[in-house]
């Protein structure tokens, strides 16, 4: 059966192409500019559909908030509320952009893009269908967690930025959260990495044609979850926010697009997490009838929802109390888990080739 | 065991929020939607003309004084025996719908409705005084008053007006309600003639609304 998502793309790709071709035969630019323009064009398509995905998932998250309050939540900008989050994109541009007089300026300007860069450039590392991925390497699991990795350094830079207290005291409890899920993280994913036998994740999404890793480590990838949520700091482990206490925490003097960027990069961090699940855990385009970038994108959503609903239910732990869950709880689990995985990969194995 | 607690302090509270997350909202989108109210809401007052049988017992059981009785036209209160004739009017700006004269009403004349919207079409204090004419539930019975005048000349029976000024004005309106009860009484005994009593009652009338407007909702 034909992959109807890849149809979609490759009629959006040709209209790319056929409108450089155009554009090119009227403007006659010479030959080697055609590339570099190719690929940005596809880039902002990408970047395009990123962020209508990124409007609907913050539209969803809003909605179904509202829908645990019983709330109706946004309903009056739009078709059932979904432009109002384009207002509020609206309304952070045209903000006056204001810093601390004492605040170390620089810093204060690139925190908030690097912040954003950095956490869209894992994006790239993740194959969303067996032929719609940007490129294939041997280690893409390790260098996505290792940029992964350098966003709490910057969130520590953002927060020392904002010259206040409670944007430095956020800065200390994200590098606080980083100490206590660095450890679990690698260890869940290296369950994953020991049964499909490689780094990349286009082979570990291969090798789960027949059984997802979810049901055969069901602990790691609840403990990957729950890891994935503290590095996302969201609810309930938004400690390094924890509006209520800190104020919203590092953000704290952040106003108009700077913080506009940090919320956008929160957003990106959650799609790209939710994709990392869906690779590492769920069998990524794997579904019945054909494999398509359709079932990523479906499993991708419903882990997003399955966070928002966490989101909703529970309530924030102290930041002690989330050192001693880390370190008493997660990491001797997913010991456990990975001695799970050793014992099981002799049997396993062979049925998964 | 402890392991089970542990699962379970998990899945219980997702399972309430995963319920609450199919529910339906409870907000009701007011202006464009119908807010839907319970039977026995303590709305806006209702009377069944013919069921009343003017015993008086609401405008005793009330305890803020939002109740006074009307005749109707050409009936002369002094006589006893005319009382079963009378109408109660409510003051809904006194009003606190606690419901005691709905409970006292022998014959269940007076009751609630579901309406829940009070508001006043002008900004006078006059709107929200109510005539049995206006609250009344039969379509025979029910009167649209042209004017402010022809609606206070129903109400200066009542006691309902001073009240309704308060303070330094409840004396005043007294006076000129005792003023105009004369004159009523006269017309009564066929002492005053119909134009006469028309012209002098409405100039007391012309008074008080004055100082009815002048004590208005701001
Ligand atoms: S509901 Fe209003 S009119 Fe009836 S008794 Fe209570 S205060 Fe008086
Ligand atoms: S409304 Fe009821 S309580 Fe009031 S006078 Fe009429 S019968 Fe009596």
Known sequence: ?353 | MSIIKKIKSIILPMRVTGKYMVSKPFTVMYPREKAVVKKQWRGLHGLHSNKCIGCGLCRMACPNDCIDYIYPEGVDPRDRKQMKLRRPAIDWGHCIFCGLCVEACPTGAIHHTQEYKIYATSDSRLDLIRTPYEIATEDDVRKIYDDELSKIRELMQTDLLEVAAGGEWEEVIKKLRERWRDLWYMKLDGKLDEETWDKKAREIEEIVLEIIKQVSLP
């Open chain 1, 1 to 353: 059966m034909v992959d109807p998502a890849l149809v979609i793309i490759s009629f959006i790709l040709n209209i790319i192409s056929e409108t450089l071709n155009f554009v090119f035969s009227i403007l006659g630019l010479p030959d080697w500019l055609y590339l570099p323009l190719f690929i940005t064009a596809i880039t902002l398509t990408f970047l395009l559909a990123l962020v209508l995905d990124i409007l609907f998932i913050i539209w969803m998250e809003r909605k179904v908030i509202g829908r645990i309050h019983h709330r109706r939540s946004i309903t009056e900008t739009g078709p059932v509320g979904f432009l109002q989050n384009v207002a509020d994109l609206i309304k952070l541009l045209v903000k006056e952009d204001m810093h601390p007089s004492n605040a170390d300026k620089f810093m204060h300007f690139a925190s908030p893009v690097l912040i954003a860069s950095i956490a869209l450039i894992p994006a790239v590392l993740i194959p969303y269908g067996p032929e719609t991925f940007f490129m294939r390497m041997n280690t893409s699991i390790v260098l996505f967690y290792a940029i992964s990795t350098l966003i709490p350094g910057v969130v520590v830079l953002a927060g020392w930025a904002g010259n206040s207290k409670y944007s430095t005291i956020g800065a200390f409890r994200a590098g606080l959260q980083l100490i206590s899920y660095e450890i679990p993280l690698s260890l869940s994913i290296l369950g994953v990495i020991l049964m499909a036998q490689s780094l990349d994740f286009y082979r570990v999404i291969e090798i789960q044609s027949n059984i997802w890793f979810i049901a055969l480590q069901p602990i790691g990838a609840f403990i990957f979850f729950i890891v994935t949520l503290m590095e996302l700091e969201r609810s309930p482990f938004d400690i390094p926010e924890a509006e209520g206490e800190i104020l919203v925490g590092w953000r704290t003097e952040y106003s108009g697009l700077k913080f506009g960027l940090f919320y956008a990069a929160e957003y990106f961090k959650f799609f790209i997490a939710s994709a990392a699940f869906t690779a590492l855990f769920l069998g990524g385009w794997h579904g019945p009838f054909f494999d398509s970038v359709i079932y990523f994108l479906i499993k991708m959503h419903i882990v997003m929802l399955a966070m928002v609903w966490v989101r909703v239910t529970f309530f924030r732990p102290r930041p002690d109390q989330l050192i001693k869950i880390s370190y008493t709880k997660l990491i001797p689990l997913s010991i456990l888990n990975l001695l799970w995985v050793v014992l099981i990969n002799p049997f396993v194995i062979p049925l998964l080739q």
